[in-house]
């Protein structure tokens, strides 16, 4: 079998590369070590940048998330009993967010896969990739015990932050960074109106929480959690119990208790390797970096990777140019620094990180002061959190 880019993995950063570059006339495969229905069944993040909402559309998958997603102008941090509210639209002219969870819009894409009758392989085993550093990269893999050969031009490493592709680059050609938080985030989906029209991020003396949605019927919720903690061990009444004693009064008292449709505990992580590129092989979304959920940029970051890694490509096949090929690296590692600043400034700012000192304490409640007192600092937070520029 021949290709021109051989995609590894079926998230929302190989479906969306194989969904551009299908629209653009190059050819591509997908392969994916799960069924189609295990990559649906995943809960992950839900709120999508004004850049990447942008892109979707523009990119004809668009529909279902401007009809079902929830735009968001705003949203709000509690701290000290009060709550304070990041005017998204006004601090940065305009720009929101869209609340859609990342699974509907895996959904979208693997609907435009099929609709194309672009080629995937799901449930592949043994993927094993060669020549990344010739002419002839390939990938050998095994589907229903059969042995196969996928020959390409190039590779897109989309397999996350377990997948081969990263591992595939020889040791000491990656520089990796990274930073392991002593927490994690447990969560909680259920079928209940949310808490409050827009998001809620709260800091509290007992630790983090969140008040998220999917849904006007639909909730998501996180408490900061130790790592050892046992999800099965959280009840409904124990686990709103302790997101209420977190919230603002006001907040806490329109928490509507619902039962648990899935309930797990994320670890939080901050993660890069540099460079992206190895050869013919190009690393994009969590198979390059992995930021803790706190400014929810995972799936954004992903998204920009896409992009980027989408035009060098159509300018290597369509314009003859290798230059944006030669440029990705560089050009998506400083946009993933700038997120990885955000999301490691906000976990920091909103958690309770164990053994913390009295005046590490007191530096939280300053910065959070200082946000709620100061348009330039909000107007800071509201710019990365709408996303920066691609
Ligand atoms: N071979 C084929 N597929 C693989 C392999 C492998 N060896 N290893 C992993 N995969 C698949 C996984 O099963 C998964 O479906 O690669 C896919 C990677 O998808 P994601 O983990 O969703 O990563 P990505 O597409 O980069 O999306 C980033 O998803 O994980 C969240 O927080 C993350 O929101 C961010 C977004
Ligand atoms: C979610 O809805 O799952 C979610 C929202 C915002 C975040 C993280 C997760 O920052």
């Known amino acids: 079998m021949r290709t021109q880019v051989a995609i590894v993995g079926a998230g929302p950063a190989g479906l969306l590369l194989g969904h551009l570059l299908t629209r653009s006339g190059i050819g591509n495969v997908v392969l994916e070590r799960r069924s189609p229905d295990y990559v649906l069944s995943r809960i992950r993040a839900g709120v999508i940048e004004q850049g990447l909402a942008d892109l979707l ?148 003396d007992r630790g983090f929480a969140l008040c998220s949605m999917r849904s006007l019927t639909r909730s998501r919720f996180y ?80 998204g920009s990777d896409v992009r980027y890694l989408f035009e060098a490509l159509r300018e290597h096949y369509h314009e003859k140019s290798g230059a944006g090929l030669d440029a990705y690296s560089a050009r998506a590692l400083r946009r993933v620094w700038k997120a990885e600043r955000f999301s490691w400034w906000m976990t920091s700012v909103l958690h309770r990180f164990p053994g913390m000192s009295p005046f590490e304490e007191r530096m939280q409640q300053a910065e959070l002061d200082y946000i709620a007192s100061s348009r330039a600092a909000s107007a800071a937070l509201a710019e990365n959190y709408v996303g920066l520029p691609y």
């Not at 229903?144 to 989309?158: M, Q, R, S, T």
């Not at 009840?235 to 797990?264: H, M, Q």
């Open 57 to 204: 559309r523009e990119a004809g998958v668009g529909d279902r998330l401007d009809r079902e997603g929830l735009l968001h102008t705003g949203f709000s941090l509690a701290f000290a009993g009060r709550r304070h509210r990041i005017d998204l639209d006004g601090l940065t002219a305009g720009k929101c967010v869209t609340v859609y969870g990342q699974t509907e819009l895996t959904r979208d894409l693997m609907e435009a896969r099929a609709k194309a009758s672009a080629p995937s392989f799901y449930e592949v085993e043994h993927v094993e990739l060669a020549g990344l550093d010739g002419d002839r990269p390939s990938i050998r893999f095994r589907q229903k015990g059969i042995d196969d050969e996928l020959n390409c031009d190039f590779v897109a490493g989309c397999d996350g932050f377990h997948g081969v592709s990263r591992a595939s680059i020889p040791s000491g050609v990656l520089n990796t960074f990274e930073r392991v938080y002593p927490f994690g985030w447990l969560g909680l989906l259920a079928d209940v109106p949310p808490a409050d029209e827009e998001l809620v991020y709260a800091s509290h």
């Open 223 to 302: 408490v900061q959690v130790p790592l050892d903690e046992n999800p099965e061990d959280w009840t409904e009444i124990r686990f709103f119990d302790e997101l209420k004693r977190r919230l603002p009064e006001e907040i806490a008292r329109r928490v509507r208790p619902g039962p648990a449709i899935e309930k797990s505990i994320a670890p939080l992580r901050s993660f890069v390797a540099e460079p992206m590129r190895w050869g013919r092989l190009f690393l994009a979304g969590d198979a390059a970096h992995i930021v803790p959920p706190t400014g929810a940029k995972g799936l954004n970051l992903a």
